[in-house]
C-alpha cells in the first residue's frame, strides 16, 4: 500500500524566511508525487509534480521539491515566504490501478506566514 | 472554460435528510472524482468515474451514490444524511488517458453541514 506522511500540520515562517514543508511517503512501485495548494475557501491546485527524470522539480509560485529515492522523501521549499504563500499544502502520491489513478493525499500543513 | 464547477457552495441539512450535490467540467475529461474533506485527514475519495457510463466505490463510500449523468456531469447524492457527513466536498476531474499521470482539477468545493 502507498501512503504520504506530512511531518507538522501547522507551520510558522516569516515573511521572507525559508519555507521547508515536509513528505515522505511509501510505495511499493516507483511513485508520481505531487504537491498541491489549497488557498482560504478554494479548491485544490496543483503546485509542481514528480513523475520520472529530473529529481528537482520546479512549480509555480518559486516553489520546488526534490525526490530523493534513498530517503522516500519529496519535501517541498521555497527560499524566501511571501505573504501570499499562506495556504494549506498537501503531499500526494498517485498510482495507476486498475483503469484509474489512486490518489493517496497526506494530512495536510498549514503555513502561516508572519509578517 | 469555467473548469470545475460544483453546486450549491454551502448547504445546511438535518439528519436523515437528502441532498444531491452536482459537479460538472468543461473541458472534455473522462474520469471525474468525488472527494470529502475533513480536518487532519487530508481528502478521500468517496467514489469515482474512470469513464462515462462507469461508476466504482473509493475509499469511504458508505452512506453515498454517484450518478455520471453524462460525460460533463457527475452528481454525488445523500440518501439520508448523517452528521458524519458533515464535510467539505470536492469534484474533480481529469483527462483519464491510459498510462502517465493525468493532473485532476478540483472544483471550488460544497461545505455541508448535517445536524
Known amino acids: 500500500a502507498q501512503s504520504v506522511t506530512q511531518l507538522g500540520s501547522h507551520v510558522s515562517v516569516s515573511e521572507g524566511a525559508l519555507v521547508l514543508l515536509r513528505c515522505n511517503y511509501s510505495?511499493?512501485?516507483?511513485?508520481?508525487l505531487f504537491w498541491y495548494v489549497q488557498y482560504p475557501n478554494q479548491g485544490l491546485q496543483l503546485l509542481l509534480k514528480y513523475t520520472t527524470g529530473a529529481t528537482l522539480v520546479k512549480g509555480i509560485n518559486g516553489f520546488e521539491a526534490e525526490f530523493k529515492k534513498s530517503e522516500t522523501s519529496f519535501h517541498l521549499t521555497k527560499p524566501s515566504a511571501h505573504m501570499s504563500d499562506a495556504a494549506e499544502y498537501f503531499c500526494a502520491v498517485i498510482k495507476n490501478s486498475g483503469g484509474y489513478q489512486k490518489v493517496t493525499f497526506g494530512t495536510g500543513t498549514k503555513l502561516q506566514v508572519i509578517p | 472554460n469555467a473548469g470545475v464547477t460544483q453546486t450549491p457552495k454551502f448547504q445546511v441539512l438535518k439528519t436523515g435528510q437528502s441532498m444531491t450535490l452536482q459537479c460538472a467540467q468543461d473541458?472534455?475529461?473522462?474520469?471525474m472524482y468525488w472527494y470529502r474533506q475533513d480536518p487532519g485527514m487530508g481528502l478521500r475519495l468517496i467514489y469515482y468515474s474512470a469513464s462515462e457510463g462507469t461508476t466504482d466505490k473509493g475509499e469511504v463510500p458508505n452512506g453515498y451514490n454517484v450518478s455520471r449523468l453524462n460525460k460533463r456531469e457527475f452528481s454525488l447524492r445523500l440518501e439520508s444524511a448523517a452528521p458524519s457527513q458533515t464535510s467539505v466536498y470536492f469534484c474533480a476531474s481529469s483527462t483519464g488517458l491510459a498510462g502517465g499521470y493525468n493532473e485532476q482539477f478540483f472544483g471550488p468545493g460544497t461545505r455541508l453541514t448535517v445536524l
Open positions: 473541458m472534455n475529461h473522462n474520469s
Open positions: 510505495s511499493s512501485v516507483p511513485p508520481y
